[in-house]
């Protein structure tokens, strides 16, 4: 099973470098997903992935979902 925490820590890890900031919030991560910041309260307290945010998050940035998603290599796409 895929785990909510690990997801969004790899999602916070590109932000980081992104922003050049060490600590990213849960707003910051809701803002970049394009999620209500109250709405990902209730994702993240339910441990519920939002898939379809992340895909459009992966594609603008050009990162592989499957690295978000798994840690599988490649991290970013050609």
């Known amino acids: 099973m895929i785990d909510f925490n690990e997801v ?8 980081s470098q992104k922003k050049k900031k060490e600590k990213i919030l849960d707003k910051d991560v809701a803002l970049a997903l ?3 910041p109250q709405n990902y309260a209730v994702i993240k307290r339910r441990q519920r992935i939002p898939y379809e945010a992340i895909a ?3 594609k603008k ?3 592989n979902m499957t690295w978000i998603l798994f840690a599988q ?3 970013y796409l050609t």
Request: glycine residues 0%; aromatic residues 4%.
């Open 73 to 75: 290599k490649p991290k």
């Open 61 to 63: 940035n050009k990162l």
């Open 8 to 15: 969004m820590q790899r999602i916070r890890s590109i932000l």
């Open 34 to 36: 394009d999620i209500n």
């Open 56 to 58: 459009h998050f992966s």
